[in-house]
């Protein structure tokens, strides 16, 4: 997805002071706006979303520190990073001054290039992030107005079925018989339903045309409303002179004479069977519908879990940055792993748009000249990296000849097989991912066709999930959520992509606890004169072994954090470990359960979705063996329910990522207290597990 290009004010009353910041920043992909006094500088600011100002502090009429000021009082500049370069009074007040009226940071001229890149391109990071973490929040809204309209169109179908019972109920037959149910009057309706006129009605009896299975549930109520009541309503089949049995509500009336004796009955028929066949038809759809709308509900918790998970990463190592003790390593690697956790936040968005884009009929596919051998050893390459971290082999193999060049999507293509063999390496514990490429010409009257065959030595599928695969929203399995993550875009996504490129995608074959085996196939011409080559890329690869905020008084104490997400135990431990604690990690919840029972530790840091054991059944398996010390939620759910539930299966507390340091050294300094002020009161998990 293209980004915009970011925009930079630079204001300096000197020409050369804007041509050497020009110099300096030119051709790093920033649009750059000059002003030359402060006046013309606060008239660019409704004209541009600027990501950081570059100003000189000594400038007639409005001087830097004034221009600075009036920049502030703008709501949508309110926090806009203010880089201040000067020549002059490098004094301390001077600087602190500058600092007071919210500058981010000061350079002296003559100021070192490399210096003001690097300045700039950090604030133009953080920039971005910021407006992809607003762009995220615009796209959850917009899904939530989503289900809003869903909500609303499920009670204007309700309502629709009440008016149309309303209008079911207009007479169609008009009847009139003895108290003993001989018929005494019948319309014109009657006739031409039945076919029998009031004389033949007469001979054969009018109840003659009710089906006879309705027939005594028919006579009951008769019989009850003579002797206790004025009317009755029923739904019955009538049969129709050509043989068709449809169904009637029937109303009729008991009529009584000025002594109040019953003197006959005065009825209506009136054909309800489309009504019912549409009745049933709703029922159907009705059910159709809130399965869709529980997978949308759990696809919206689970969206929540992936959004906040990356999300809590970036908030807090933005924060951990603006230590001024960190050192260049510890900055590099906040940097790098803010830019991860957002890169995989993009990727979440890129899935949503594209799931969307198919849904909606406006997936753009464009077909060019795609280099084969470079698009899969780009595939290899950027997914070794993944294998590696957790020790899996990846071979990629091709069955020759293949053509150098081929006519498809090459964006598209790389998404399909980025998604299917992604999966295969997340859902893989141990063993090997194998990727199998084959090329075959054209027979007469089709297309060349790529296949790639993706097999794994993974989890496997269950087969009463594989009927569900491939739709979005669903995974196959909620535990599959838990343990892997994941928005269940990928094969439904994939599944859609192949099929614009002129193929499939389908799982071939899967076994539990042995692997999967998917197959992708999608036309692949080859392009006039190209090469044909026996091998495009094969090999493997096999991987080896491989926090400022609210004071709380932990020096010392021993804080167990269970957490499976590198990133957070390196985030939640440099948090604790600045209020002086001394942090042990568990990387799955049966670790947490073995470690909280044999270690002394003040307090348990519990996340909820981890492998192997999650949270709540830690928690629960410890209260059920006595342990005492406090256990505090910090997860990523963050649902009222989901509270609830921490509370309810023994938690003392639930923290939701993302979490800023101050609520959870708050939280933790709380508990730690208690906990070192005397003993727990037991209490045992209620209704743990439900």
């Known amino acids: 997805m293209k980004e915009s290009r970011v925009d930079i004010l630079m204001v300096d009353d000197r020409e050369d002071g804007l041509i050497a910041l020009e110099a300096v920043l030119g051709g790093q992909g920033y649009n750059l706006i000059k002003a030359q ?74 100021f070192d290039p490399h210096i003001l890149r690097a ?69 014109k309706g009657w006739i031409d339903y039945t076919g029998l006129n009031l004389e033949s009605s007469a001979r054969t009896q009018w109840h003659d045309v009710l089906h006879p299975d309705d027939l005594k549930k028919l006579l009951k109520t008769w019989l009850s409303t003579m002797s206790d009541g004025d009317r009755f309503t029923l739904e019955c089949r009538l049969r129709r002179h050509d043989g068709e049995t449809r169904w009637h509500w029937i109303n009729a009336i008991l009529e009584r004479d000025e002594y109040g004796d019953v003197v006959g009955w005065i009825g209506t028929c009136t054909d309800i069977h489309d009504r019912k066949i549409m009745e049933t038809k709703l029922v159907d759809s009705r059910m159709q519908a809130e399965s869709a709308s529980r997978a949308k509900t759990y696809f919206l918790a689970n969206m929540s879990h992936e959004i906040r998970t990356p999300l809590n990463a970036i908030l807090g190592f933005s924060e951990i940055l603006s230590n001024p003790d960190l050192t260049v390593s510890e900055r590099i690697n906040s940097v790098a792993t803010i830019h991860r956790n957002g890169q995989q936040l993009l990727h979440l968005i890129d ?58 999507d090459p964006v598209r293509l790389k998404q399909i097989l980025i998604n299917l063999v992604g999966n295969a390496v997340k859902f893989t514990r141990q063993g090997e991912v194998r990727v199998v490429a084959k090329w075959s010409a054209a027979a007469p009257g089709e297309e060349a066709v790529l296949r790639v065959e993706i097999l794994d030595t993974g989890v496997g599928i269950d087969s009463r999930h594989v009927e569900k695969l491939f739709n979005p929203f669903v995974q196959a399995d ?11 875009l990928g094969l439904a996504l994939s599944k859609r992509l192949a099929s614009a490129l002129g193929g499939d995608v389908w799982l071939e074959t899967s076994e539990l606890d042995r692997g999967s085996h998917f197959v992708m196939e999608v036309a692949a011409p080859p392009t006039s004169s190209t ?95 006595g342990y005492s010390r406090p256990i505090i939620a910090l997860t990523a759910h963050a649902l009222k329910e989901e509270k609830e539930k921490s509370l309810r299966v023994g938690c003392d507390d639930h923290l939701t990522k993302p979490v800023d340091r101050r609520t959870l050294l708050e939280s933790v300094s709380l508990y730690v207290r208690r906990s070192s002020g005397g003993p727990r009161e037991q209490r045992a998990p209620r209704d743990a597990l439900p």
């Open 478 to 488: 909620s535990s599959t959520t838990r343990t892997f993550g994941g928005t269940g």
């Open 531 to 625: 090469p044909f080559l026996d091998h495009l890329h094969q090999g493997s690869v096999k991987s080896a072994p491989d926090v400022e905020g609210a004071k709380a008084d932990l020096d010392g104490a021993r804080i167990l954090l269970a957490e499976d997400a590198v990133d957070n135990q390196v985030l939640i431990t440099r948090f604790l470990q600045m209020a002086g604690a001394r942090v042990e990690i568990a990387k799955n919840g049966e670790e947490a359960f073995e470690k909280a029972l044999t270690g002394d530790y003040a307090l348990v840091l519990m996340d909820i979705q981890m492998p192997r054991m999650d949270g709540y059944e830690a928690t629960v398996r410890l209260r059920e063996r």
């Open 37 to 110: 006094s402060g006046r013309e500088a606060l008239g660019l600011l409704g004209l541009y979303e600027f990501a950081m100002v570059l100003m000189d502090v000594q400038m007639p009429e409005l001087d830097g520190f004034e221009t600075a000021t009036l920049i502030r009082r703008q709501a949508q500049y309110r926090h806009v990073p203010i880089l201040f370069i000067t020549a002059i009074n490098k004094d301390e007040s001077y600087v602190h001054r500058g600092y007071e009226l919210g500058a981010a940071d000061y350079l002296f001229k003559p």
């Open 119 to 187: 300045k700039v391109a950090v604030f133009v990071d953080l920039f971005k992030k910021t407006r992809q973490i607003r762009e995220q929040a615009h796209l959850i809204s917009q899904i939530k107005e989503r289900e809003r309209q869903h909500e609303r169109t499920r009670l204007e179908l309700d309502s629709l079925r009440r008016y149309q019972a309303l209008a079911d109920a207009i007479p169609h037959i008009v009847w009139k018989t003895t108290p003993d149910g001989d018929l005494t009057y019948c319309n």
């Open 351 to 408: 899935e949503i748009l594209d799931i969307s884009k198919v849904e909606a009929g406006r997936l753009e596919i464009e077909r060019k000249p795609t280099d084969l051998r470079e698009l899969l050893a780009d595939l290899g390459a950027s997914l070794n990296l993944k294998a590696v971290e957790k020790d899996l082999k990846l071979v990629v193999e091709n069955i020759g000849p293949f053509p150098r060049w081929i006519t498809t």
